[in-house]
């Protein structure tokens, strides 16, 4: 069965510093992958997503994530983190044809001044 | 407002008592999902919908009932909440099965 894996379920890093969440997933088919943010008292809000096209695919708010193939990994990062950049992070698989994504236990963000 | 929108967004229940939570989106997206949150697990799929009338099982599905009678509303009931069904459930629904779009959520404490 498909499955993901989240690396670090709380990442602290400083404001202006690199963001790198790491996220690997499993399947002999690439899958379609997805990041997602979820900020307090919040749903769950895209952030970025690879469907097969370019291997490195920008999201909103100065994320991008990099599909490797021969590592099985999804990361994201982000240059530069923004105080608002708080949240918590979620990793998604869809394998392709079925009906449902699978997500990561998910990456707790948080950004000092 | 056009979204999807989740009620009640706080609930507390007793042990044993039925409850429903209501999901309603206007996008007319096809899929719709019900998924429980909690510390540690991540997120986990109860129930989907492919469409009106069309449910199925999801990772955690028991103890739960869903129905869609209307492609805009997918509630999902717990039939005898336990404890162990306290939680922050998020619907979530898709026009295919790639992006989903999530409600507020509702957090429910069964005591």
């Known amino acids: 069965a498909q499955s993901v894996t989240q690396l670090g379920s709380h990442v602290s890093v400083s404001e202006g510093a690199l963001v790198l969440l790491r996220c690997n997933y499993s399947s002999s088919v690439p899958p379609y992958l997805f990041w997602y943010v979820q900020y307090p008292n919040q749903g769950l809000q895209l952030l970025l997503k690879?469907?097969?096209?370019?291997?490195l695919v920008k999201g909103i708010n100065g994320f991008e994530a990099e599909f490797k193939k021969s590592e099985t990994s999804f990361h994201l990062t982000k240059p530069s983190a923004h105080m608002s950049d708080a949240a918590e992070y979620f990793c998604?698989?869809?394998?392709?044809?079925?009906?449902?994504?699978?997500f990561g236990t998910g990456t707790r963000l948080q950004v000092f001044p | 407002d056009a979204g999807i929108t989740q009620s009640p967004r706080y609930k507390i229940t007793e042990t044993g008592r039925q409850v429903t939570l209501m999901c309603h989106q206007t996008?007319?997206?096809?899929?719709m999902f019900w998924y429980r949150q909690d510390l540690g697990h991540g997120l986990r799929l109860i129930y989907y919908s492919a469409a009106a009338d069309i449910t199925d099982k999801g990772e955690v599905p028991d103890g739960y009932v869903v129905s869609r009678s209307k492609t805009e509303n997918f509630p999902l009931t717990l039939e005898s909440a336990t404890r162990s069904q306290t939680s922050v459930y998020f619907c979530?629904?898709?026009?295919?099965?790639?992006?989903?779009?999530f409600g507020p959520g509702t957090r429910l404490t069964v005591t």
């Open positions: 996008w007319s997206h096809s899929y």
């Open positions: 998604a698989v869809s394998d392709r044809g079925t009906d449902k994504l699978i």
């Open positions: 690879y469907t097969s096209a370019a291997t």
């Open positions: 979530a629904s898709s026009s295919d099965t790639y992006e989903q779009y």
